[in-house]
């Protein structure tokens, strides 16, 4: 049991394959209340997306092999039925995607699947969930909703269609709401516009929210708390704060060196990492970073031979690395933090 709204318990997706077992999450754990957001963060490929399926249960049935406990509000889905965790989608938790067009209808108008959503759990009639539709529509920002409810996706652009979509997740009240690279695919102005309303949603909706990104600054103002992957494990986990003003991790600091800037073209990062990361079948062995930390040499040859652990350096801040805590705030006061700042 547990007392937490949504608890993620050493959380495992294994996917076995021809060419071997891909280990796409690997021993995750995380706790979010209602109200709250948590920012998962991390590059392509860190194992964000089979994370967030997998609290969806949408791996059932599949070939995936999921273990591990996911409990949301008091019911463990692991272990549940694939029909009783596809009851409480769309009820109980709803997803965004980050492009609205793989997860819209193309052939039917946009108030026709919001409806159709809504219907599902509601007992109302067409004109009831038309009027539903409607008020939605106009909650999230579409002008002239009464209009815009009849045309087909391929009308809307992508901000608008990103919009219907959020309008369709929360048609159904969720509990728990989960958006992957939710503004990925749009251009800036649009972005801070779709974080905007996602944050005052938020507040009205009273939902826990999940914001998944390969880019540190999406979160950074909307999250409490924040989770960095890498290779299928959590390497920094954190209140917010925690993790922009004292992080910890060597991995963390590329992140923020590479976060996009506004006062700059957005391709154009400012410390990317370098290399890329690890194929999921062959995890380097010791610190799955250690190919990519140029740390790896302070921590007596510990980061090639043995798996770090998540442990507390302080006050419910947790990091993944075998350099002692000295080290690492050494590090950052010294080298990474005075260089984030000139650049
Ligand atoms: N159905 C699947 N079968 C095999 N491997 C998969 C499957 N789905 C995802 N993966 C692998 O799992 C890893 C993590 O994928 P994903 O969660 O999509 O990454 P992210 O969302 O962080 O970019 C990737 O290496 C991907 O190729
Ligand atoms: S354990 Fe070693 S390789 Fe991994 S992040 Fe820490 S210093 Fe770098
Ligand atoms: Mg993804």
Redesign the pocket.
Known sequence: MTEHFLDVKDLKIHFPTDDGLVRSVDGLSFQLERGKTLGIVGESGSGKSVTSLGILGLHKGGRARVSGEIWLDGEELVGASAEHVRRLRGKKMAMIFQDPLSSMHPYYTVGAQIIEAYRIHHKVTKKVARKHAIEMLGRVGIPQPDRRVDSYPHEFSGGMRQRAMIAMALSCDPELLIADEPTTALDVTVQAQILDLMRDLQRDFNAALIIITHDLGVVAELSDDILVMYAGKA?EYGAAEDIFERPE???TWGLLGSMPRLDREPTERLLPIKGSPPSLINVPP?????PR????G??GG???TAV?ELAETEGGHLV????SREQ?REVWATEIKPNLESA
């Open positions: 390497i991790h060597p991995y010791g610190c799955a970073f250690h930390c140029a740390y790896a302070r921590t510990l980061s090639t770090p993944r690395c075998h350099l690492r």
